[in-house]
Structure formats: C-alpha cells, structure tokens
C-alpha cells in the first residue's frame, strides 16, 4: 500500500510541476531518479531527488546524493530540506527511509 501511495503521490507531483520534470530541466540538474514519501511522524509529504551535487556540476566529480525538497500547498516544490542552515544530503535512500520515520 505504501508503495502505491508513494507513485500516486509522485504522479501528482509531476502533474502539478510539470516543466520541473522536463528532460531538459533533469539533464542540466543531473537528476537521475525521483521519489515522493510522507514523513511518519508529521504526515507531510516531501519530494526526494537523486542528482549531481551543487559542488560537481562545474567540473568536478559526479558524486551523487539524495536531496528532499518541502512540498507546499497545492503539491508546489519547495525550498530543500536543511538543517543547520546546510541541505541535507542521504547517500542513498535507506538514509532517506531513516530521516523520513522521525519527521
């Protein structure tokens, strides 16, 4: 069930913010794949994007991390993720899983 709520959530995203999805948006970004999931204790739901690092785009080594953003009314993306004032970064997504049951 999760996993359904997951994709609806997820295709509901991309009807909402469509140009953000375009090949050509993903290819400038480096974004590789996209997952929604709601947080367990809040009930919010977040977009998680895997995708280049801010720092690599320009030359450096592709590193790849995963990056959430807040989602706003109506399914709009928002700002990232941050703690401390630094965007949170999850090597893969069993770091994801692991923020998403405590927030």
Do not use: C
Request: glycine share 10%.
């Amino acid at each position: 069930m999760e996993k359904t709520l997951e994709a609806s959530l997820l295709q509901s995203i991309k009807e909402v913010n469509g140009k953000w999805f375009s090949p050509a948006n993903s290819r400038f970004f480096g974004d590789k794949a996209y997952r929604a999931a709601y947080g367990r204790k809040s009930g919010n739901a977040y977009l998680f994007q895997y995708t280049h690092r801010w720092s690599d785009m320009f030359g450096g080594s592709q590193t790849f991390r995963w990056v959430g953003h807040h989602l706003e009314e109506g399914l709009k993306i928002g700002r990232l993720i941050e703690w401390g004032g630094e965007v949170l970064e999850f090597a893969d997504f069993h770091e994801v899983k692991r923020w998403l049951r405590n927030n």
